[in-house]
């Protein structure tokens, strides 16, 4: 993949300081805005909330040409929406795509890109409501997921406290370790990821977790996110590990869109939902907001930022 450019700034310093150039007026509908998985708008007199999310897929930044194929690309443009309306808990409403064509994408492949964007958007119980295309040099797509979630109760990355339990779903460095292999069930979750909606919905409906998120960028950096916004630190034991992979792929390797979450120390968490195991790793403590440590020693973060020489 081509290098990041070398900016002066990570991913955060650049969030926190567009969050203070677009502060929120007293008041606003807008419940919560930049900082977590989705932006929480309330509309006067709804019982629901409304969550939306943005992402971009880059080419030659999160896939490649000649590896990746259309439908996969598609499907996963999607996914990583979907992905973060799990994160709070809710439910997809709607999509909209932006999409840049390169010179060399022709109709089959833009038949194929939408085609598995719209198989992901039938298991997902969503629809395509609109979007854009226009050219580029290289393929460049957004994707907006629009979700709805009951009146405050979406799942924020804000909400754990100090002695919660850390949890997280499923095995981790699957995709990384996909990304180094090129073949098998790894390369198979790499290219096309579950978001994990239903169990979104029964960690806001039944566990009532206190905190959410997904695993995009990897669980050290990810954890360190959850932890800075609840004001705490987290302390963690090694997370399950994907078969084949490695530790390292595990902590740190990105887009295994698992959910990573807190709970009361005596909440009731089943040991799996629907086949994808729940998984204790940790718990929330009064230090250091963003500060992870694991056996006793700080957890570096060392997953993706997109801004930060690697
Ligand atoms: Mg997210």
Redesign the pocket.
Known sequence: MVKPRRFLKSEAALTDSLRRLAAVPRGSALVAGIGD??AIFRPPNSREDLLF?TDLLVEDTHFRRATHRAADIGWKALA?GL??IA?MGGDPCFCLVSLALAPWCDAAWVNGFFRGLLLQAGHAGTVLAGGDLSHGATVVCDVVVCGAVPRSRALRRDGAHAGDAIYVSGALGGSALGLATGRGKAWRRHLRPEPRLALGRFLRETVRATAA??L??GLSL?LARLSKASGLGAEISPPPVWRGATLAQALHGGEDYELLFTAPPRTPVPAAFENIPLTRIGVMRRQNPGRVTMAGKPLVPGGYDHFLAR
């Open positions: 998985d989705c999310t990583r992905s973060d994160a998120m997904d995009s960028d990810d």
